[in-house]
């Protein structure tokens, strides 16, 4: 039986993968693992973006969000680019021409495979002795794990993901039994 890919639960070990490659001075990686965790894209979406989906060259100036058609849905999507997206895409910026891919193969100058993708993200968590089962899809479903852990609403969170019920997020997101005896434990009414 195949074990199902899971979200990174910890938020230590988020930022330890996040900074893993940035370590390593592997700078395109790096920039792979921020946009994966920040953008929830699948990632044969994230593959696909160029810099002049991020870049505003005849400005001098990232966008402030990227719009972006699913290619397994079909359904479009506009998503924010946040602090952290901006400061990894500044630190690779040497590489950046307007239809050039983000996450380029250096020698074809073509987007690397979803395989090469699966390989970075495999590598750095197995460096980091990560227990869970991480992939690509991975970081798309920690994004959604920690805004549901977060307080960010599941109808939200659903939108995100552009799912078509609240069922399929909960099921998404992964949650645990340790997550269910936390949020029944969490509650007080005597403070």
Not at 30 to 50: E, F, K, P, W
Not at 177 to 190: H, R, T
Request: hydrophobic share 40%; net charge positive; aromatic share 8%.
């Amino acid at each position: 039986m195949m074990k199902t890919t899971e979200p990174i639960r910890n938020k230590h070990q988020v930022r330890e993968m996040a900074a893993y490659y940035l370590k390593k001075g592997q700078i395109r990686n790096y920039v792979l693992v921020t946009m994966g965790l920040y953008t929830a894209l699948r990632i044969s979406d994230l593959l696909r973006l160029t810099w002049s989906d991020v870049y505003d060259f005849a400005n001098l100036q990232f966008h402030e969000s990227i719009s972006i058609k699913e290619k397994k849905t079909g359904k479009s999507k506009v998503i924010a680019l946040n602090k952290d997206i901006i400061t990894a895409l500044s630190a690779y910026m040497s590489a950046a021409a307007p239809q050039k891919p983000i996450i380029d193969n250096q020698q074809t100058g073509k987007a690397i495979s979803r395989i090469q993708a699966y390989r970075i993200i495999r590598a750095a968590a197995e460096a980091l002795k990560m227990p869970q089962k991480v992939s690509c899809h991975s970081l798309r479903k920690t994004f959604g794990y920690h805004l549901w852990k977060g307080g960010i609403s599941p109808v939200v969170i659903m939108q995100v993901y552009n799912h078509s019920s609240l069922a399929v997020t909960q099921r998404y997101l992964g949650i645990t039994q340790d997550d269910l005896n936390e949020a029944y434990l969490s509650l007080s009414y005597n403070d």
